[in-house]
């Protein structure tokens, strides 16, 4: 267990806990962005956003949840579904996740397929670009990422590979969500392919994500940092208390790091909890201008053995 002193206040952000929905007319409607694991979709989410809504990493499946963002432009609103990628699962988590991705799949109004500028179109990339045919009401766009990290020829190469892959992609579009290169392009064409309806959410609201479920992501993120092998996949979050101190601008925030042996809570302990103490420090930075306040942040980590394959601990993790 580890204690982490408060730094300085910031201002907070805005989610769907504080404001209902306004009638605003244009358009607006749903769209994901689906690719193999590591592709940068929440990356991008949050770039469109403008604000972190999803938490990012370079460890596959950091993405659990389906987390949505909101963008508003003057013609309308996006609502940007950040799912986990889609991958051969290995677990009852691993599959539960390709789950979510379906039904996310078939709820939503526009499908955004992301390939990396970086590397070649693969199996993975074919198999899940064929499967967009199961969801029927919803167009598809392609979108190369990563511009910024590939030469003109490698994107070259990448949009003819994956125009070549569907013929019904409304449009093929390259971007960086890192130097925010073609952004408003992908923005604008979504927008276009919305239907025509009012503002979901209310002008401000970044997320509907709850305040305690933000903060979990942000500690895993910071948990993930340095990482390897399968422990990434290991780790899980809960928030068990998220509480104003009396008589002072202190928010306490207790929350377990959840692994599945001991040897793995040795690794996120660190020596003499120094590694705890560092995941509590870069978590706190983020959390603090989140609610608004300075925190105290108290950290335990504790083990909930094969937790990914036992379906009682899952749904206590909620999953």
């Not at 949505?68 to 990628?85: E, H, K």
Request: some cysteine.
């Amino acid at each position: 267990m580890t204690e982490n002193e408060p730094t300085p206040d910031a201002e907070p952000g805005t989610t769907a806990e504080s404001a209902a929905p306004e009638s605003v007319e244009g358009r607006s409607g749903f769209v994901t962005f689906v690719g193999r694991p590591n592709v940068g979709k929440s990356t991008l989410t949050n770039a469109l956003v403008g604000e972190k809504v999803a938490i990012t990493s370079d460890k596959p499946q950091t993405t659990r949840r389906a987390i949505r963002g909101i963008l508003n432009r003057p013609a309308g609103q996006l609502v940007i579904v950040d799912t986990p990628g889609l991958h051969k699962p290995r677990t009852l988590l691993g599959q539960r996740l390709n789950d979510l991705v379906e039904q996310v799949l078939g709820d939503v109004d526009v499908i955004g397929f992301c390939v990396p500028a970086t590397e070649k179109v693969g199996p993975g990339d074919r198999r899940i670009a064929e499967s967009l045919s199961g969801y029927g009401r919803a167009k598809k766009v392609a979108i190369v990422t990563k511009t910024d990290a590939a030469s003109r020829d490698q994107i070259t190469e990448r949009l003819m590979e994956v125009d070549s892959l569907r013929e019904d992609w409304a449009a093929v579009i390259p971007l960086s969500a890192l130097t925010r290169d073609q952004l408003d392009v992908l923005s604008d064409e979504l927008l276009s392919l919305m239907p025509e309806g009012p503002a979901l959410y209310p002008e401000g609201v970044v997320t509907d994500e709850s305040t305690e479920d933000r903060i979990a992501e942000i500690i895993r993120e910071a948990a993930l940092d340095g990482v390897r092998d399968e422990l990434p996949h290991s780790i899980a979050v809960v928030v068990q208390e998220v509480e104003p101190r009396e008589d002072s601008d202190l928010t306490d925030i207790y929350a377990d790091i959840v692994v599945e042996r001991d040897s793995q809570k040795g690794i996120i302990i660190g020596h003499k909890g120094s590694r705890l103490r560092d995941v509590g420090a870069r978590a706190r930075a983020q959390i603090e201008p989140l609610v608004g306040t300075k925190v105290f942040l108290k950290l335990h980590v504790r083990i909930a053995k094969e937790w990914q394959r036992d379906p009682k601990q899952l749904g206590r993790l909620g999953f």
